[in-house]
Every structure is written in C-alpha cells, then in structure tokens.
C-alpha cells in the first residue's frame, strides 16, 4: 500500500514538472476542483461608460494531491462578455489573444458562451502558474457585461480538457447551479441602485395579497378557460361508468370519442336514441348561437340524465369535452346547466424551444395533454437555431448528426460546439433531435388533441446550427448546393449570443434551395402521417449589417441605394414568401422580419411593414409581434394588421415565460424583456386595447410618466381599422437556462393556466382600460378593483383544481412562498395583540412555518404572536398533498421598511436631505425552543 502510494506521487511529481496531465490525472482533478461563482458587485461602470460587473472565480483545491501548474484547461459558458474593454471586435479576440487574469489564468474566447481558462504558460516569471496545493484556493477576477443578478445567470458543467480526454467538474454538474454563491445583498440582485426598484427579492411582505378567493363548493361548476355564457340549474347527475358514449353515426368524431371513452374508465361507445338515459352525446352542427369554427353548446339535464355537446366542428366538440373534464375534476356528480361558448381567438398557441436545449418526446406529449385541458390549439416547436437543429432531415442528415448534438470539437466536424452548459461528450439536453417517427407521433399525439403543430425553423439571423451542418455537407459531399454562409467574404460581427458566423447568406442560391428543400421534406412527414402542414415559421430575428453587407453574392446582385441592407430583406422575405407559396404552406415568423426598420430609408419607419401586397395572393402571413417597451413598438401589431398581415400577439414583456415569476435571484428565469412576469401580470394583459399595455421594465426604458395605467394617449395610438386581422396569442419558453422537465413546468404553470384564460375570454374590466382622448385631463381610471376581483376568482380555480389536475400528469407547477403581515390590534380587555396574518398566491396551498428542532408545521391564516419570543420566522408553502414545497423565505417581525430605508442602511445611498429615517427594530436568531403559536 505505502509503495503503492509512492509511485502515485512520483508519477504526480514528474507531471507537474512536464506539464503533462493524462485521463486518469483529468478525472482526478475533476473530483478534486472545487469552483465557486460569486458576484461581488453589479453596475460598475467601465471608463468606456459600458456597464459591467465585478464577479469572482474561485479554484479551490479539496483532494489530497496537488493539482498540476499546466497541461490543463477548463471550459465554461458565461451568459456574457468577459473583459469587454480588453476585447478586440475586429478578430473577436482578446488582444494579444488571450488575457491574463488574477491567479495566472490565461481567459480566451472560444466561441458563442464559450470561455476557457489556461493556467499562464508564458515567459513573464511574475504570472507563473504553480501547482494548486491541498486546501489551497486562487482567485480568479474579472469584469464581464451587463450584469448577474441571479443563480441562473451562471451555467452548469464546467469541464476540464487535457486536449484529448473531457471531464465535467463533479461540483459544476447541478442543473441548479449551486457552486454559484447565494446572492443575498443589493449590490448582488440589483442591476443599478437604486434605480432597479424591480430587482428587489419579495419579501413575505410584499406578498401578502389578502385577496378574498372563491371557496371550493362554489368553484366547482365553474369551468376554466371561462365560458362565453353558463347557466346552471338547480338539479344533479351522477357520470360513471354505467354512461355511454354516442357520436351520433358523425364518423369524424370517432376519435374525439374514443378520447373521452379513455378518460371516463368503463364507458362504451354505442349508438342510442336521442331519449337514452345514461348518455354523453356528441354532435356537429353549426350553431346559430355561435358561428365560431371552435364553438360549442354543452346541456346537461336530468331526468333523462344526458350530456349534449354539439361543436360547429371537431374542434368544437373537443371544446366542450373539456368543459365536461373540468366540471369533473370533483367527482362525476355535476349539475345541470346550459353553456354557449367560443373563443376569443383562433390561435392559442405557446411556442416551446428546443433548439437551445431539447427535450425528448415524452416531455412534448405531456405538455400536449395539459395544454387541451385548457383549449390552447397551437404548439410552435422551435427545431432549429444557433445552438441545435433538431429534426432529422433524411436528405441532409448532418442537420441531425451534427446540429442535433453538441461537444467537444473545436472543429466543429462531429457536433457543435458545447454550449449553454451541455455536456462535453455530447450527451445531455444540449444534444438530441426528433426522428421522423418521434415527429410523427408528435403530430398524431397533438391532432387527437385538437393542437396544431407549427414547426419553426430560423432562416435569418440565428441559424449557425444549419450553417455549421452545411459546411460538413459540403465537405462529405464536394459541393456547395447548399452552403449557406459566404465563405469568400470575411464578416466582422458579434451578436448577442457571441457568435461571429450564425446569419445566413440571403443572397446566395444555395439559402433558397435548403430552404425549399426542408420544407418538402418537413411537408412529407406531414402528409405521410396524414396531417398538412398548414404553417412553418421562419424565426426572423434581424441579422448584423455586416454579415449582409459585405456578401460577395449581394454586391453582385446589385442592392445599392439609400439603404442596401434593406432592400436586401425585403428581397429575401419576398423569396423565402414565394417559396412556401409554391409548396403550398402558409408562413409566419417574427415582426422584425418583415418591418421596414432599422433603415435610413425615409419610406421605412418602426411601424412600416413591408407591403403585403408584394408576396404571393394565397399566401396567409401570420406576424408573431413581441416588442412592446415602447410607445412605439406597442403598436406594431396594429400597423402590421392594417397592412393586411394576421397577427399573433406575444409580447416578450407578458408572454415570455422562460422569465422569472418574481425578482428572486435563487428562482429559475430570465429576465432579457423585463426583470419578472409574475401570474397577475399576465392575466392583465389586454388584447384589444393594445395602447394600454405599455408597462415596461422601469429599470431599462425608464418610468412611463406619461402612461399612467399603460395607457398612452389617443393622439399616439394608431386607429385599427382591421381588428380581425389579430387572430390570436402565443406565449413563448426559451430554454437556454431551463435544464431539466422539472424546471420546464415550473416555469410554465400556471402562468401558461392564466394565458389560456385571457387567449379564450373576454373578461368585462378589460374594456375599462381607455387612452386618454383630451391631453387637458386626466386618464381614465380602469376598474381596478373588478380586475382583481376577477382575478381571485381565477386563482381560486387554479388553487382548488387546476393545480392538482396538473400534478395527476406529473406536472409540477410552481408553489410560491406564502406571504404574511403582523398587525397590532387591542382587544376587547384593551389588550394589545400582535397578530400574524398569512396568506398564499391560490388556494389549496398551506402555508408553514419552521419551529423548534427544524419541524415545519401549518400556519393558520391568522395567529396570535404575542407571547413569541423569535423575531425571525422561516416559511414555506406546501401543496395538498404535502410532497411537494416552495422554497424557503425568511420573515423579520418588525415594522415594514421602504426601499429607501434599506438602501440607507445598507450604506448604498445618503439619506436625502430633510428626511428622518427612523432607526430599524432589532432581530433576534431564532430560538430552538420555541413555544407554541397558537391560533386566534
């Protein structure tokens, strides 16, 4: 044994003398390593006036050997620019090729989110790596841009590479990122002070809501998304098996009945008389009532007992099943009622990205089943952007082969390069595409459903998975038919993402040939499997000017003028438009696509589209609209639906759902259009009065004096003079920081509930929300208090039955911490009281508290706290089934302080002049013997 260890050391010594690092000593040093992520401070400003923050990188040594000076590199992604001053943009390189850093590490760029760590291997003996002893630590430090205000920002997997051999840094490998350090001051979770009000974490404070939720007894007829009309009657019956099922010899509802049969366990499906007692009814007629394609009729009676849905089509039969499934959530007995019903739009629809991070085809069958529960119709599946391209296309497999996966190949021949923290040796979420069986079941899963798939495929400025896979076509094959980037042209440019190579060339003949040549193949799969493609989209992110400009192809297909990069896109929308004409498939893609802007041309603008009128006559465009931050942008779905153009609305500030629920920097979520998009946020979105909605992040586009209630005034909102042409909603979930199936949902639900809600119906407050029609007065005030009561009784459904629906699919929503208030009250001895007052986000959900020994236990709504001697409480919300928990929030009992007093005392800010800030009640640690709390 002790010669055994000898040799071990020797062979240790002899490496860290030549620098030379085998798989075994990889392996070792992974287990070894120890990083930690810790941002020391946001909004520092650079002498270039570029905003950036201060973070900390450190390698800490936790093994028993030494870790070598050299023979070693660690690769990460990190979500922005590090060392931006130090950058060069003309190689997209640090100067001198690499920066040298505290703690002797070499930082160069790799590419996209791709950062690498050398130790210094260099003449300069004053940066001389040296061996990372036992329980030593190196500090690495730097600038990098933007900021860091939460977990998240930082990604998993970390890995080593001696050149040959890949190993992730065992204590990197946490999806939720837990060697990052804990962002607990407002240095750390604020973007600037004190100007990012919106960046401050809740407290249970602040969520107290105190809203007055609907009780289940009188939630249980109501039905989610509201109905257009319900009446309810005053009788009962009782569903169960002994029912039957008739569709009325209408052949083309023998799968809808099928899908109810399968939901009611022990119904038959037979063909009965119109007076058969027992019966669930299915019929498809059009309606007088309602002419909406998607409408139905549902009367339930007694006596016979019958269930008649009658649907203007499939869809609307559907619909109404629906109805049924959620008046059954409590059991089979309901009551008699009559409901008229349709949506408020034809597209509901949620966009799922898979290029940034897949996810497997079981995940996408079960959000497939949660969205019919709540009548949306439209899954957008992103296959194809910068980071992956995922459906196989069997005429160019390496759009699988290679964009479907990435790992460690600085060539770029086998796989893309890792990104967003995939694994190095391509496997993980970052790889994995859809055969086209995986397709096809997707498709037949989604049209039982009554869901329409939309594959989206980006042909603009973030397709370098396409772009990478292209090039290893061409060299399998010797050929260029379809090469997508001009090689013969050297582009300088940079995105947002950090790429220097993502935008397709759309001047060369070979961009339009892949394009048609996908579509037919993506178009075949669709008809094999019996299901049309009605719509690809395009994306239609704007690309750099530079990667257009430049092109040798467009220099000679002469676009020259007062702005050639704009003529430049108007031709290739118009070319990408001709081509999903003649294959007959309609097209949709991002508003930036087909926007007139940016340009210099005085015939463009923010709110020109580009005539409708030059693409093909049968060809429908459907227009994804997302930017509303201004009071410009607000209004391009009207500009584009006057043009002629449908329009889905899906602005990125209320319907972006890969957003955090709240400003919580230990919660999953972006926060790229706006710091949080919580529930309510959502559910207060409006539809039709599109110049109120003007409600941005403060923090990036300022206050909004001039749109009290996000209404602007009339003089600046554009009149819609063709509202039909707004034909529906999408939300959307990017998933370049959603890591597992877990995350997924929890970022989904309920918020996608509540956008089903407002996609569906037309809730009465919202039309209370008015632009100001004279500058001489004052806004009109909506009807606040009839949006919150709405609300409440929206929530209360989600709290009571949609939350425990969801779960019984294996869908976990996320459980907000409860929030709590302590009041001071005297009673009828004129005593003083102190009474904690809790409540939760939905009911259903308990809210606890942590007592002695570590024992959560239920908290009533109000409890006396007179005699407690803890000034400081731990809560937490559970589910009903006390499985599942929020994350744990910590309640100081003293008087509620403003954001100005705690900057105050933070030292952040002087108090302003003439103000008092009275001193802070002290808090004690909380006591491991705690007394009981007892109840008022």
Known sequence: MILRSLVRILAILIALC??????ADINRIAKDLKITYDVVRNGVLTPYATVTYFANVTLENIGSVPIPAAGWSIYFCHHTLIQPVYYNATINQYIGGGLILSGNITLTHVKGCMFKFDPYNGDNKLFQNLPLKPGDLRNVSFLASNWAISRYDVFPNWYLSNGTHHEIIENTKSPDVTFVSPHKTFVEFMRGIPNDVMGIPPTPFERYRGYNFTDLDNIKSSILPTPLKQMIGNKTITIDKRWRIDRDRFR???????????????????????????????????????GNPEGYTMNITANPDRVEIIGNSVGGVFNGIQSLFSLLAFGGTIPTMTITDEPRFSHRGLLLDLARNFFPKSTVIKLLEVMALFKLNKLQLNLADDEGWRLDIETLPELAKVGGRRCHDPEEKTCLFSQLGSHPNGSGLGSGYFTKTDYQDILKAAKDRNIEIIPSINIAGRARAAIIAMNEYSRRTNTTDYNLHDKHTEHVYLTDTLFDDSAINPCMPSTFKFFDTVLKEIKSYHTEAKIPLEQINIGGDDSPAASWLNSSYCKMDGFTGTDPFMRIKVNFTTQIAKIAAANGVNLSGFEEFFMAWPTTDPRGGPLVPFDVSRYPKDLEISVHTRNSQN?????????????????????????????????????????????FIDPLRVFSYLPEHRCCNLIPDEFTFGKMPFAPYGCIDDSNCLEAKQPQNVTGMQAQVWTSRVRNEE?????????????????WHRAPWEASYKVRTNVNEDFPVPDLAARDADWARVASMIGHRELKRLEAYNVNPRIPPPGARNMTYKDANNTIKHVLHTDVAYPGLQPQVQGGKDQWADIKPATDITSLNMRVLNYRSRNAANNRYSKV?????????????????????????GIDIPPGFGTTNPSTDVPPIVAV
């Open 18 to 23: 030549r620098g030379y690092v085998n798989t």
């Open 252 to 290: 083309v509802l023998s799968d809808v009945a099928k899908y109810l049969q399968k939901s009611i366990k022990g119904t038959k499906i037979r063909n009965l008389k119109s007076t058969s007692n027992k019966v669930i009814q299915l019929k498809m007629e059009q309606n007088s009532t309602t």
């Open 631 to 675: 009071d410009v942008f607000i209004q391009r779905a009207t500009a584009l639906s006057n043009n002629g153009y449908k329009v889905i609305l899906s602005q990125s500030d209320f319907l972006s759902f890969d957003h955090a629920p709240e400003a919580d920097p230990e919660s999953n979520g972006d926060y790229w259009a706006i710091r």
């Open 743 to 759: 995350q997924l949902f929890g970022l989904l639900f309920p918020r996608l509930i509540v956008f089903a809600e407002r996609a």
């Open 889 to 913: 929030d910590t309640y100081v009992l003293e008087r509620p302080r403003n954001v100005l007093e705690k900057l105050v005392d933070a030292g952040l800010i002087a108090p302003p002049p």
